[in-house]
């Protein structure tokens, strides 16, 4: 597997926090990778990592086979977007755009103001008075006609409306068929994800809990309910991600590879949002992130 | 990345270049005024036959010296003015909208960034500093060439020769790490007034006098200068003399002069009174003259001679050129991504409260 990302034992601290901690991934390549987690659980903190914002408190990533940030040469292939989508105020968005060809050489200045005008962007209008949506999409547009070979987006749409929404994540698959850019995109809402991701990692409290591709984590994630048992009981491969009890009835949400073969236990698939609000309801234990992070290195 | 650096500065710098306009043009109207004043003070002093006392009674009238004090404390204030408006909001402003997050991902790293924004605002700075300067030079000119034995030295005014290019860049380098650091504009700006006054205030008390050894002269007291001496008379029966002008040579930046001892070392204040002791009177005036004279006096003074003018100047901007070198250097560490530091962006303060998980809309 070619990987855009590679972090190893990748720790960030704020003061005594660690906002990200031991931290284990490959992203792959030509893939778009959603990153998803409650708020605070370092999925910012991870892309900052990516985009050279912030340095490593301990570990190590490397970003398209390089430190991120050293070169101009490795700037230029990760696009970044930040979050809430800085722009300067005082810029016109026809600035933005001579911004971006000053200082990218493989800036795509064609690109760039065919998108603002598709966009219906007024070329002199001030940065300032864009709105959020619109402020995004030049911020997604500066990002994008820099022509990068990975592209980070941190809470792109998080700030929109749904409408606004909708059409960013368009544009965004529309650019990713067209160019075969890998994505890094974060989001706390999973349909975000859903809609677009085709390779998905869930962050909690600093974490990585759970990292795979979409469908393969659906395939081998099973909501059973059968009669209440012993959990020691089941089969060794089960990993049980979340359990419940009414009475005699149990039902859980198991993952495993094998296929669910004993009759007692009714076998149902499971939503993407279902399974990822299970991994972040649960209580982050040692054992499940050594588990987690093995899935990872697969 | 030069020219985006320029596109950035360019409100700014038409900001500042206004504001000099401004000056300029107050001080030209004010400056033609003020040379014609000296030239008709000129004709009316050769026609009297006293231009050695024209300065006295020129000036202080029309309230140019005034206004020449003020101007010589503006040519401090203009470089702490630009540390604090073009130096301490370069990177300040950056973090405080977020935009370091935009330009320090474009292909371009932090290290040219920094470099191509000081290289533009700084060389500004210094320009600007320099200019305002010469501008007060030459609008205090008459005043100067009216000012009996002026130099430089003797005024104590070291913003008049290449030093205001230290003093500015100085404050410019010291706005620049302080937004660095703080990563707040406001705050930012405070530091570095506080920090360039404090500097500006010290440096001449204690490093300037010790930048060259002083000179050391010892003179006996003459008659002339007996006769010139502006206070002559007695106190409890003993001698009491201020010793005016000391012996240091005309120009000098005098450091300290001495009390007036006679040779084998007893202070003017403990010979008696004599002759002075008496009342005025022209003939008492003669006698107490002879008796000073009588007890040859010495005064040693340690000085600066005005031919070190210029070695002072360059030296002054040197070490206030090597301060910003070093302030530079501090923000280069500072914004290098490495491991030794640590560029990194503090998290936005929460702007939207955040629900844990939300499900789709």
Known sequence: MNAVIEASGLGKRYGRRWALADCTLAVPAGRVTGLVGPNGAGKSTLLQLAAGL??????????????????????????????????????????????????NHGWDAEFAERRISRLGLHLRQRAGSLSGGQRAQLALTLAVAKRPGLLLLDEPVASLDPVARREFLRDLME???????????????????????????????????????????????????????????????WEVIEESHAGKQSTLLVRTDDPVLDPAWTVRPVSLEDMVLAYMSQPGDAARAGRAGLEIAS | MIRFAWTRFRTQAAVGAGVLAIAGAVLLVTGIQLDHAYYAAVAVCKQQGNCAHMFTYTFPSQGYLDADNELNALTLAVPGLIGMFWGAPLAAREFETGTCRLVWTQGVTRVRWLAAKLAIAGAAAIAAGELFTLMVNWWSSPIHKAEPGYTPFTSGSFHTGVAPVGYAAFAFALGVTAGLLIRHTLPAMAVTLAIFTAVIIAFPIWVRPHLIQPARATSTLSLASIANMPGVGAFNGHLSLAPGSPAAPPGAWVISSSQLTTPDGRASSSEPAG???????????????????????????????????????????????????????????????????????????????????????
């Open chain 1, 175 to 237: 650019i990713v068929a067209e160019h075969g850019t890998s994505v890094v995109l974060s989001s706390h809402l999973i349909t975000d994800i859903e809609r677009v991701c085709d390779y998905l990692i869930v962050l909690t409290a600093g974490r990585v809990r759970l990292a795979g591709e979409t469908e393969e984590l659906l395939a081998t994630h099973h909501r059973l309910s059968g009669p209440r048992r012993d959990l020691r009981t089941l089969p060794a491969s």
């Open chain 1, 54 to 103: 912030l340095e490593p408190d301990s570990g190590g990533i490397r970003v398209l086979d390089e430190p991120p940030a050293r070169t101009p040469a490795q700037l230029g292939r990760v696009g970044f977007l930040a979050q809430d989508a800085p722009v300067y105020a005082g810029l016109s968005v026809a600035g933005h755009l001579r911004m971006g060809a000053l200082l």
């Open chain 2, 275 to 361: 002759p002075c002791g008496a009342p005025p009177s022209p003939a008492t005036a003669r006698a107490c003259n002879d008796y000073i004279e009588s007890l040859h006096f010495r005064q040693t003074v340690t000085y600066e001679p005005a031919s070190r003018y210029w070695a002072f100047q360059w030296t002054e901007t040197a070490i206030y050129l090597a301060l910003s070198f070093l302030l530079t250097g501090l923000c280069f560490r500072r914004i290098r991504p490495g491991r030794s530091a640590e560029p990194g962006i503090r998290r936005p303060r929460a702007i939207r409260p955040g629900p844990a998980l939300e499900r789709s809309p």
